[in-house]
């Protein structure tokens, strides 16, 4: 996927220090680069690093506002707000998960191999190790991306449309162009697209509307279009976290510990997006959009910033499990070797 050239001028945002014990100056070892916008329901900007109009891929950030045609087709009337918050994962491929999934499909006359999202290892580490034991292979319900896909058969089932849902040109993927230039405030005609890894098109935004998009998903007026479906997400998301992505997950763990005022989204390639419910504080919420620019594959960078930005914002929920996931720097002798820290 091509990104616009700004990202490639992102500043340094976090460092990883050796030798800190042995000098005063630790010296720089390696960086990482990266944009943030935070930013309220209005537009307002509260913290913005970088060139935040720099263009980057949603990626599944985008999956709570690619729900959005499912719901208003009323679809989901039948479904629970696990249902919900199932259809917008990144999951972990847990039995939970692709059971569920799997009763759905069944009992709308679909199958598994309908998903048009392809197959990887589920996430989750005992689940691969327990298919190995059983020589089994994975299927397309461990892909993280199964839920959304799930819900768009649905959708294409009840318009009896080309099942060839992931297209760019199908009337599905309008739809959700189409919600997402109007939640961002963005004209449709700005709005690239790529192929995702799950073959879904990948909507690309300025970071500072992904940022606004989220801002509204925690704070909706009355008569803002769309706003009964971004309630009814909000709701699915916070009431179920563990259908969102997993056990000893990131975002999981951090929405379980900030009791229901906040959402948090992961995606791929160094992406994360988070929704701060409207408050005494925020009355006009918050939404804030992170680029890690190297893709922060191994997903131990984003963490240590949301935490950052959220202490800074006065609300980062002080819980022992989510320091599990901040990365420290220690030799296979359980030495501390140096530090990582936050520039911005």
Request: glycine share 6%.
């Amino acid at each position: 996927m091509n990104n616009n050239n700004t990202l490639e001028t992102a500043p340094v945002l976090f460092s990883l220090n050796r030798g800190v014990s042995h000098h005063h100056h630790p010296i720089m070892e390696c960086s990482h680069r990266g944009l943030i916008s935070v930013q309220d329901a209005d537009g307002t900007s509260l913290l913005q690093v970088g060139e935040t109009e720099a263009r980057t891929h949603m990626r599944s950030c985008a999956k709570p506002f690619q729900l959005i045609p499912v719901i208003e087709e009323g679809i989901l009337e039948k479904l629970s707000l696990r249902d919900i918050a199932l259809f917008i994962s990144s999951h972990s491929g847990e039995t939970y998960h692709t059971q569920r999934l799997a009763e759905i499909l069944r009992l709308n006359g679909l199958n598994e191999s309908d998903l048009r999202c392809g197959i990887h290892a589920p996430y989750h580490l005992s689940t691969q190790l327990d298919l190995l034991l059983h020589h089994q292979k994975p299927t397309a319900l461990h892909n993280n991306c199964s839920g959304k896909h799930t819900a768009m058969l649905l959708l294409c089932k009840k318009l009896k449309a080309d099942p060839a849902y992931e297209r760019l040109d199908h009337e599905i993927q309008k739809r959700i162009l189409d919600v997402v230039s109007t939640i961002a405030d963005y004209d449709q005609d700005k709005i690239e697209s790529g192929i995702d890894g799950c073959s879904l098109p990948s909507f690309c935004l300025p970071l500072s509307r992904i940022a606004l998009m989220y801002a509204r998903l925690g704070h909706c007026d009355a008569d803002m279009k769309h706003a009964q479906s971004l309630v009814q997400i909000w709701s699915g998301a916070v009431s179920y976290p563990e259908y969102v992505a997993g056990h000893e997950r990131f975002d999981t763990v951090l929405m379980k510990a900030a009791q229901g005022t906040i959402f948090s989204k992961t995606g791929a390639d160094g992406m994360q997006a988070i929704s701060i419910q409207t408050s005494k504080r925020f009355p006009k919420g918050a939404g804030i959009a992170i680029k890690i620019i190297d893709g922060d594959h191994k997903q131990n960078i984003r963490p240590l910033v949301v935490k950052e930005i959220l202490s800074r914002l006065g609300i980062w929920p002080h819980d022992p499990k989510l320091e599990t996931f901040m990365p420290e720097l220690h030799n296979f002798r359980g030495i501390r070797t140096g530090s990582v820290l936050c520039h911005f």
